[in-house]
């Protein structure tokens, strides 16, 4: 008899009915929650803004080609210079940095004003950063092996915990999302030795931590549609009510979820999401390794770094642990194509070289030897190295002025050792853990002899460029890199040095950078002056 009532007083239609009208009002509701989340003001909420400039945006060149591109994303490849053992996963552990929040807006890729009086960055002065650094060694799995010190056991963090300061004007940290805005459809190369694989590495950490806020009410809708979605990951802690929403849908990772009390009272009660943009994808590398390229599909943007230590034509004879079974033949009067076939495609370059011009060496010129650097055992002319390098940089800078090249090139000096006690090969160590300041250590004079040939011919070379159109610039990292003698990875170029004799002789490196670490800074400086043009 009930079963009857209710149909004689709610027949089906009126039900039918009143099911579509509570449908409606629930996406009415979800399309205004849509709406209102994307009209959100960077005002309302002090999580969300960015620390950083306003978002800048360069015009879009050429898409360059690039040598032997795999169709597939490359895995890395085990260490260069030697084999070490894979540590456990959580060993050297670091607390992860707070990630990049943002939403984008309109005018996020507009340049600010230009400052009227140019800063000189490489004046200045190593100042306490307790934030430390933007990524760890845990955040960014493209650190190599010899380079990532506190996965190898190095117990000290102090030498994190510091920041560039110019005297005369404010330096900010890269901003990522920024940086890859304006390298929309571009192309960087780092042509150089392995202090350019460094610094590479450098670049590609802090570039793969951005993250963007995104409502959950936004995800749902994008999952839902199928809709194209750009990010390799969702971030969450919060893994089973997540799921309750995603059904049976995968996602990459699940790290990270952002209470929404964090970002204001209006929307106190729905949560938000953590999304990764992108990792570089390894797209080439040659058979040693030692030139590769990556890409951020998203963006259509490739950093490419090419090996090239002497930027001449050069004859290598050493092993994968740098050991030399004949001297280097060098032709003075031949540039290395392994860059120079490239040179127009890029649209930044940073040139660097140096250090690889201490070894003893052959010299040609016209396929004919000239002389020598420290060859005792061949009846050659003592040339010095200071022959060689001047005479191959002038080469290159001749090279780069009078190009066509319509894009940023800037040559890096190069930057000193802090071995004491001794050479890498001969028992040299550096075991500080904190800055030093100017004055202290002594710059040794190969490194000035050096130096001063590199200010004078590249000096030269940027009147020249000036004169021709060509947008040369000179990054002088020697000073505030001297000053760091604590970041290097020292004995902990290995896995656990120390872990079974606690007093072992191990090989030192104190030519390299710790990742985290100093060689950051480069790529802040570099940043701003590309904004400042």
């Known amino acids: 008899m009930r079963t009857d009532y209710l149909k004689q007083n709610f027949p089906f239609t009126h039900r039918n009915i009143f099911l579509k009208f509570l449908l409606t009002l629930f996406f009415l509701g979800l399309a205004f929650r849509i709406l209102f989340f994307h009209s959100l003001p960077s005002q309302i909420s002090p999580v969300l803004e960015s620390p ?25 490849p085990p260490p260069v210079l030697e084999r070490v ?20 807006s309109e005018t996020e890729d507009q340049l600010p004003p230009t400052e009227s009086e140019q800063c000189d960055y490489f004046n200045g002065d190593w100042v306490p950063n307790p934030s430390g650094p933007t990524y760890t060694n845990e955040s960014c799995d493209l650190i190599e092996t010899h380079q990532n010190c506190l996965k190898n056991g190095r117990p000290d963090r102090e030498f994190l915990y510091w920041r560039w300061a110019p005297r005369q004007c404010d330096l900010p940290q890269l901003d990522p ?59 969450s802690m919060r893994i089973r009510q997540l799921s309750l929403h995603l059904n049976s849908y995968v996602l990459d990772q699940i790290l990270l979820l952002v209470p929404m009390s964090n970002l204001g009272v209006a929307y106190r009660h729905e949560p938000i999401y953590l999304v990764r943009v992108e990792k570089p994808v390894l797209v080439y590398h040659d058979e040693e390794y030692r030139s590769k390229s990556w890409n951020f599909p998203s963006y259509d943007f490739r950093i490419s770094v090419i090996w090239s230590p002497f930027l001449v034509e050069a004859a290598i004879f050493e092993d994968i642990n740098g050991v030399s079974s004949s001297e280097v033949e060098l032709h003075l009067d031949k540039l290395d194509s392994k860059w120079t076939d490239q040179y127009l495609d890029f649209d930044y370059i940073i040139i660097s070289t140096g250090k690889w011009f201490l070894k003893s060496a052959i010299y040609y010129e016209n396929d004919t030897i000239l002389g020598c650097h420290s060859c005792p055992k061949r009846n050659l002319t003592e040339l010095g190295f200071n022959f060689a390098y001047r005479k191959a940089l002038k080469f290159v800078m001749n090279f780069v002025v009078s190009s066509n090249h319509k894009g940023m090139v800037f040559f890096r000096t190069f930057t000193a050792d802090h071995f004491e006690n001794g050479e890498w090969f001969s028992g040299g160590t550096c075991n500080r853990t904190a800055p030093i300041k100017e004055g202290e250590m002594e710059r040794k004079y190969l490194n000035q002899m050096l ?9 030269k070379a940027a009147s020249e460029a000036s004169k ?23 004995p902990y170029r290995q896995f656990q040095p120390f872990a079974k004799d606690k007093k072992a002789k191990v090989q030192n490196d104190c030519l390299h950078w710790c990742l985290p670490g100093p060689i950051d800074t480069w790529n802040d400086i570099i940043m701003e002056m590309i904004v400042k043009g």
């Open 177 to 235: 999302k920024r940086f890859l805005n304006m390298m929309r459809n571009k192309a960087w190369a780092f042509i150089g030795d392995s202090i350019s694989r460094n610094h590479v590495q450098s670049l590609l950490c802090i570039l793969s931590q951005v993250c963007i806020a995104i409502s959950l009410v936004v995800l749902l809708l994008i999952i839902r549609s199928k809709c194209c979605f750009p990010f390799c990951s969702i971030v």
């Open 468 to 490: 021709n159109g060509v947008n040369f610039k000179l990054v002088d990292f020697s000073a505030l890199s001297q000053l760091r003698p604590d970041g290097h990875p020292g």
């Open 52 to 76: 950083f400039p306003q978002k800048a945006t360069l015009s879009e060149p050429h898409n360059p080609p690039h040598t032997a591109a795999l169709s597939q994303p490359l895995s890395e």
């Open 85 to 104: 053992p894979e540590p456990p996963p959580l060993l050297g552990r670091l607390p992860e940095p707070p990630p990049v929040l943002e939403f984008v």
């Open 451 to 459: 130096r001063d040939i590199e200010l004078d011919e590249v000096g």
